[in-house]
């Protein structure tokens, strides 16, 4: 948690966003400061390796180190783990959530949200994505 002495003064507005966050580039550092835009404590829930498995999605590092190297960035105040599509609503009403944010490519997906804090979907970053820094690199070093 980042000055949390300053935070406890007044009343904040918690923002929260899920995510894989693996191989960070522009398009994560873009989300979470707009996110973080929004209100005064941007919390970010990591999928954890397991749930990864789960969606059979493969991340080039670990949960830990996805977790270290988002807490490294100044918008982020606190990261949590991600263990099922589930658990969203628990996460809000535990952190006292009053905006989620994602990315409009998952535009209306999280609406059921919408009774228990607001919801934003915000524009991606064009032209970068994981996946395409994944195809990328495959093509330079295939």
Not at 2 to 28: C, E, P, S
Not at 63 to 92: C, G, H, S
């Amino acid at each position: 948690m980042k000055n949390i002495t300053q935070l406890k003064t007044k009343a904040l507005r918690k923002v929260i966003t899920y995510g894989t966050f693996d191989l960070i580039h522009m398009g994560h550092i873009n989300l979470l400061r707009r996110a973080k835009s929004r209100g005064d404590y941007l919390i970010v829930a990591v999928s954890t390796d397991e749930f990864n498995r789960l969606k059979h999605k493969d991340a080039y590092y670990s949960f830990e180190d996805r977790k270290a190297i988002l807490e490294a960035i100044e918008y982020v105040d606190e990261v949590i783990p991600e263990n099922t599509w589930n658990q969203k609503i628990k996460d809000v009403e535990a952190h006292g959530v009053d905006i989620f944010v994602m990315g409009d490519d998952w535009k209306g997906e999280f609406d059921f949200l919408k009774d228990y804090c607001d919801v934003v979907y915000l524009p991606r970053t064009q032209g970068v994505s994981t996946t395409k820094t994944r195809e990328d690199l495959a093509q330079k070093h295939g």
